[in-house]
Structure formats: C-alpha cells, structure tokens
C-alpha cells in the first residue's frame, strides 16, 4: 500500500495537531504520551470491546471501529467526544 501511494506513511506512533488540538496516535492505549502534560489527547485502538474494561482517563479515546459502531471516527467526533468526556 505504501508502494501504490495509498498509505503516506506507517509509524509506531505519530504527533499532529489540527485546529489547535494536539493528538497523539498509537495503535496501544497509553498512561503517558508526548505533550499529555500540556494538553495532549491519546487517540488508539487495539482494545477491541464495545465497552470500557480499562480505567482510561478523559484525555484518552479508543477510535477503534468496534467501539464505535463499526465506523470510522471523523476529527470532529473525536473533539465532540472528548469534549462530552471531560464535562
């Protein structure tokens, strides 16, 4: 995939920032993550249940399909659930 362009790139891990939030990425939840000290969010996977067996703290969120309905998860449901996770 990654020859026929369709992949730009496959990290362990990766750091982006869009519209102001920056989000950390990585297939394994993680308890400490670049930046979480400042703000940060940790988006993984790798969970695979509809529910929540792990004490994940609010600036965490499983983007995982089967946890969301077998969807992809947009940015703007990613801000909208972390934002209802933090209230």
């Known amino acids: 995939l990654l020859n026929q362009n369709l992949i730009e790139s ?8 869009i519209e102001g939030y920056d989000l950390f990425m ?3 939840p993680m308890y400490s993550w ?4 400042r703000g940060s ?3 993984h996977g790798h969970l695979h ?3 929540d ?3 994940i703290t609010p600036d965490h969120y499983d983007v995982g399909v089967d946890k ?5 998860v947009s940015f ?3 801000v909208e659930l972390i934002k209802a996770q933090n209230q």
Request: aromatic share 10%; proline share 6%.
């Open 10 to 17: 496959c990290d362990l891990y990766k750091m982006i920032n």
């Open 26 to 28: 990585c297939h394994f």
């Open 34 to 37: 670049t930046n979480k000290e």
């Open 41 to 43: 969010y940790m988006l």
């Open 49 to 51: 249940t509809l529910n």
């Open 53 to 55: 067996t792990l004490p």
């Open 68 to 72: 969301n309905d077998m969807k992809p």
């Open 76 to 78: 703007e449901q990613v």
